[in-house]
């Protein structure tokens, strides 16, 4: 099968704080490495830490390198193999504009949400397909989810993840998980 | 559908550290958090930590309560949803005992692991329909993994997920995540 060509950006701003208001949420320590990890499982290229604030990009920058080098590669190889992925970039413009350095040609942007969107979205199966074709960003929100302004402002959106329940608050690190492996999963078995 | 009735088990002992030593791990915050929104996302009935340290399960048991009660609700009622799913014992016989009151029949026990097994591993489909004819007990493992000796005495045993490489190094809780999505997601989309 054709090798996709995804990449992902958690979005630290602009997004919803839980009075719906417009904030910047505080960068989580496991946010990097789990995201990272799940980026490394199903073979993404890139993973980019947006932030707005200098010194919570500095913060981030410092535990990638903490497990990059010789010493972090003793430590735990593993931890060192995904944090390779991470790029820090100050907004989504940044993210867009080293995917389109590296490939010659802007990425799909493909927004996610916990909430229903008028919208119709597209389907795991038919994006999971298009970013065989073309570089593509898959886009998280942090805090209360990515504002209805960057929303509307993406190429395309993926459904909501339904479990059994109404019930719809999936950390952002487990529902990045599950939407990678809805893309790129191995279900054989 | 008929209902699943399937509950999951951290194990924080005993598991594998990265040199194959039998150890007890620590709590981490996160995963309490984590998985608790996953389980109710995903309709589980329990969410059993399990460690052999008192001092770590009294810590577990002031984590949720944190949550709990009034203040709790108020604060974030979505997280106090999921922390009531927490029970927190000191071993895997206690959770099989609290299933086994619940329901009286024991449940169907299930190990997962990152490693392949010799033995053959029942598909996410037939396990899936199997918790809907009886109550079964998810376990996942802390650290480097459940002990061989554990994973021998489980009654079935889900295959590893796999992404697109032959890197294997989820967290636990994105593995979580992943596998009820594979046992129970809506995948109409």
Redesign the interface.
Known sequence: MT??RLSVALVHHPVYD?HKKIVATALTN?DL??IA??S????LERFYIVHPVAAQRELAARIASHWQGDAGAEK?D??R??IDLIEVVPDLAAAVASITARHGSAPLTCATAARESAAA?V??AAFSATTRERPALLILGTGWGLTDELLASCDVR??P?????D?????V??????I???L????E?
């Open positions: 090798p996709h839980k496991l490495h789990d990890r799940s490394r499982t199903y073979g735990n593993f931890r193999q995904a979205p389907s795991f993926l459904p993840i339904r479990g059994v329940s019930y719809n608050h999936l950390s690190r487990s529902a990045c998980a599950i990678l492996d809805r790129y999963g191995d279900r078995d």
